[in-house]
């Protein structure tokens, strides 16, 4: 074990996480190179809640003020039955402080041209089109050939490439591959209701949920999760009439927004869940962290939150301590927090799916709200 401390970091993947990683690396004082498979940035997806764990990091790494300029913030969820009639309340915490809220949520687009911007702006060195062809490890760090051609010595290498990692794959095998889990996700951006003040969730009783998350003052999205066995492909062309097919059992709000805005197949955003779990996060010189190791479904909002949470806690030992000792701390903070939502998340869709089964849907929220709400 060598007891030099990183100096030099290569990020692969600019997602979230990625990002993240870069910023709070750089904020630190260690030089990034971040590389992108997509030739140019392409954002999948309509928007992101950050809960109280989220607000709270995204407020140490500066940004946390820009979010809620692009955004919409409220502190507590609401939950409804299928006819739209309030159920209780779950409030938030206020982890970042009085001066935040409990959630701010905001399109995609908008959260990664902020940490893109700030990315950029505190040295991380980004290229698109590029991705790992190779890289071999010495005791004292990782020389990684680029599709370039270019071969670079680094301290460390990060893979935040996804839930489809190639440097998993090249790391660890390809035998460890996402699993669906029965169930998909059907998004789609209108305008927002007035009343629709907070992420508001309607529990319907032949199966998943549907919902509405505030984005902006006059921009909301709609959300259901569905069973859908045998991961089955779906036309393009016909996703509005899908969706709205499978919301035909709501009233109310979700009624409305069915009938005259899921009018636009593409607008609509389809897509399986899938996850993994892997017990093995790192070897030598090479990280893996966010999708490519932990990636959950969306039934607690927290997938993107717990990539943004690794990257803070990966700066955070990188500049107390040597790599090695870094990566062991990092596992120590990380692992069965990560663990707690993944498997939480799919216990929440064992029971969508299967109401047979005695189910406690807002007893998983809070539990999840204590977990989250203790330091990372």
Request: net charge negative; glycine share 10%.
């Amino acid at each position: 074990m060598t007891n030099i401390k990183a100096k030099k970091v290569l990020i692969v993947g600019g997602g979230i996480g990625g990002l993240t990683a870069a910023i709070a690396l750089r904020q630190v004082g260690i030089d990034v190179d971040l590389v992108e498979l997509k030739a140019e940035w392409s954002v999948y997806g309509v928007g992101i809640i950050q809960q109280g764990n989220v607000v709270r990091e995204m407020a140490r790494l500066g940004i946390a003020d820009q979010c809620l300029s692009h955004g919409y913030s409220f502190d507590k969820v609401r939950i409804c039955n299928a006819q739209g009639n309030e159920l209780t309340i779950i409030p938030g915490k206020r982890l970042a402080g009085d001066a935040f809220p409990a959630n701010m949520a905001l399109p995609r687009i908008d959260l990664h041209n902020i940490l893109l911007e700030k990315a950029t702006r505190l040295g991380a060195h980004i290229e698109l089109g590029v991705t790992v062809e190779s890289f071999e490890q010495k005791p004292d760090g990782v020389s990684v050939c680029l599709t370039t051609g270019r071969i670079s010595e680094y301290d460390l290498l990060i893979g935040a490439d996804g839930i489809y990692s190639k440097i998993r794959a090249m790391l660890l095998g390809d035998q460890f591959k996402p699993v669906f889990t029965g169930q998909g996700g059907w998004r789609c951006n209108m305008p927002r209701f007035p009343e629709i003040d907070c992420l508001t969730v309607y529990r319907g009783e032949r199966g998943g949920q549907a919902g509405f998350c505030p984005l902006k003052d006059n921009l909301m999205y709609m959300l259901q999760t569905t069973a859908e066995p045998g991961n089955p492909w779906f036309d393009a062309n016909e996703l509005h009439t899908l969706f709205k097919q499978r919301l035909a059992e709501f009233e109310g709000p979700i009624a409305r927004a069915r009938d005259e805005f899921v009018t636009d197949p593409a607008q609509v955003i389809y897509k399986p869940f899938e996850t993994i779990f892997m017990e093995q996060w790192h070897a030598g010189r090479v990280l893996l962290i966010g999708d490519a190791v932990h990636a959950t479904t969306p039934h607690l909002g927290q997938g993107a939150g717990m990539a943004i949470e690794d990257a803070v806690v990966i700066a955070e030992e990188l500049q107390a301590y040597p790599v090695e000792k870094a990566l062991e701390r990092f596992m120590v903070r990380r692992f069965e927090r990560c663990k707690f939502i993944v498997e939480t998340s799919l216990q929440i869709g064992t029971w969508e799916m299967d109401r047979s089964l005695p189910a406690d849907f807002d007893g998983a929220v809070r539990r999840m709200l204590e977990v989250t709400a203790q330091p990372i």
